[in-house]
């Protein structure tokens, strides 16, 4: 018998291609162990500023239809703001997406 409701099925995996100007991050993981050896509890440690490019977006057009590239590609390690971007979740890994504008910096 027909319900009238469909079941969404949820893939296990997923995929985000960014859109516009927009940057996926990976927020690298906070260090648990300080520099002379001493273990830290997870909840003590600092949320870090740094992390790695996942995915661009084919970036803007302005008024006359000209594409302007990102600056960023995918791999490089950015410096980000404290507060800003849009906390995402694929599978299991939380992500953060930025507008390229946003980031404040690469590493060379």
Do not use: Q, W
């Amino acid at each position: 018998m027909f319900s009238g409701f469909a079941r969404a099925t949820r893939p296990l995996c997923r995929s985000l291609t960014p859109l516009g100007d927009r940057i996926l991050v990976r927020k690298a993981v906070a260090e648990t162990k300080t520099a002379g050896g001493i273990l830290l509890p997870t909840d003590s440690a600092k949320e870090t500023n740094e992390g790695t490019v996942v995915a661009v977006g084919p970036g803007l057009r302005d008024v006359s239809g000209v594409l302007h590239a990102p600056t960023l590609k995918e791999g490089d390690a950015v410096l980000l703001p404290k507060y800003g971007g849009s906390e995402i979740e694929i599978g299991d890994e939380k992500m953060s997406l930025f507008r390229e504008e946003d980031i404040l910096g690469k590493f060379a």
